[in-house]
């Protein structure tokens, strides 16, 4: 029965996919995605080399110590209450020794932390809800939204030399727990009872809803690559909406300056568009959680899956020949997921590239 049932969904996901298909890109777009993937492949024992270092040293700065607790195979794994060896490290690194050994718990070490190498290449779309003048320069890019904590820590490597880019400004910009993007809060008034596209492009999805509050600015910003390539933001999990399976948004600018006055920045090369997503395991059990419990379309529409995104954007984001995983690798930070989550992505880009923005709404 079980069996049947998978063969099913397998049959109805092909389906979808090879439905997916019937709308090919220009011929342009899909030369210029294949050159991308080519020059990715290279860069794969980079990108693993490169995630292991990040997740390392996370463990070292973050993990060991406050606010720390310990998660449940910590609590019962074997090992748990063993007394630690004394003072084995150095003073300077460890601030809070009382709270390291708080119920004898072994240290975390990352070997609890898994593989997480990921590249993300394709260029998709950007979709309607970017600003292109805003966009704040900051890391927590929360503001008094609510929702479950969640850290980001995305890599950025140049798919031409393999080597992480430093200085390249990650711009990110999120839907919040309920499916709302900063400045377009409400369908318009012709909107309200709009049912989403039966057939065509756009099938699945509502009209883009206008944006009508200009100084709202949650669930955006952008920061530089530090000089290993790193970039790390604190968000909510984005929440869903009507036709759109649960993402980020990302562009990537190897050329940018800041306006002071407002810190916010100007836009010069853009070299990438992409969108990162969730397992679905995942999603399932934020959805249940509040406030996504309290999403509009919760009992209406409901969350579309990966597989069911529209424009194709989930599919595309795999890259023509499906080898990419847009997918963020994610961790809990405690014991329980309500302590948040950390989710790892590594984009591929090409530093020399220079995209003109693909929307054509
Ligand atoms: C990490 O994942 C990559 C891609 O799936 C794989 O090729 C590699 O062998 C993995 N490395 C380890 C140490 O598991
Ligand atoms: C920030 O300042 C610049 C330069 O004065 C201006 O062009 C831009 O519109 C401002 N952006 C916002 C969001 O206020
Ligand atoms: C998301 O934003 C919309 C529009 O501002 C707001 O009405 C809604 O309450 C927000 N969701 C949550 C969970 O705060
Ligand atoms: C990167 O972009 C440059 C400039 O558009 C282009 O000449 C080059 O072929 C691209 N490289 C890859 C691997 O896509």
């Not at 080399?49 to 449940?72: C, D, E, I």
């Not at 969640?150 to 727990?177: H, K, S």
């Not at 920061?223 to 399976?245: H, L």
Request: glycine share 6%.
């Amino acid at each position: 029965m079980l069996f049947t049932s998978r063969l099913l969904v397998a049959a109805l996901l092909q389906a979808v996919l090879s439905q997916a298909h019937k709308e090919p890109k220009s011929d342009r777009e899909i030369e210029v995605q294949r050159a991308l993937q080519a020059a990715a492949y290279h860069c794969a024992p980079t990108v693993e080399s490169f995630t292991a270092a990040r997740k390392q040293s996370w463990a070292q700065r973050v993990l060991s110590g406050n606010p720390y607790l310990p998660g449940y195979q910590q609590l019962f794994s074997a090992e748990t209450y063993t007394d630690l060896p004394d003072k084995p490290h150095n003073a300077d690194e460890l601030t809070t020794d009382d709270d390291e050994t708080f119920m004898k718990c072994t240290p975390i070490s990352d070997t609890h932390i898994q593989n997480n190498t990921c590249v993300l290449a394709p260029e998709v779309t950007e979709g309607p809800y970017y600003h292109t003048e805003g966009h704040p320069i900051r890391q927590n890019i929360a503001e008094l939204q609510d929702g479950l904590l969640l850290l980001l820590d995305i890599g950025v490597i140049d798919v031409e030399t393999c080597q992480p880019l430093p200085n390249v400004l990650v711009d990110i910009w999120q839907a919040n727990a309920t499916g709302s993007y900063a400045g377009h809060p409400f369908p318009h008034a012709h909107l309200i009872n709009e049912e989403p596209a039966k057939e065509g492009r756009r099938r699945g999805l509502l009209s883009a809803y206008p944006r009508t509050v200009h100084e709202e600015t949650w669930l955006r910003g952008a920061w530089p690559t530090d000089k290993n390539g790193v970039v790390q933001f604190t968000s909510i999990y984005p929440g869903y909406y009507t036709g759109r399976a649960t993402h980020v948004h990302t562009k990537v600018f190897p050329e940018w300056s800041v306006i002071p006055e407002n810190n916010t920045f100007k836009a010069g090369r853009l070299a990438h568009t992409g969108q990162f997503f969730f397992d679905e395991d995942m999603n399932m059990i934020v959805d249940k959680m509040y406030p996504y419990v309290t999403n509009p379309i919760k009992d209406i529409r409901g969350r579309t899956r990966n597989w069911q995104d529209s424009l194709n954007i989930f599919h595309d984001s795999h890259g023509p020949e499906g080898k990419y995983n847009p997918v963020f690798k994610v961790h809990l930070l405690g014991g329980v997921v309500s302590q948040g989550l950390i989710a790892y992505i590594t984009m591929g880009v090409n530093a020399s590239a220079s995209y003109d923005n693909w929307w054509k709404g």
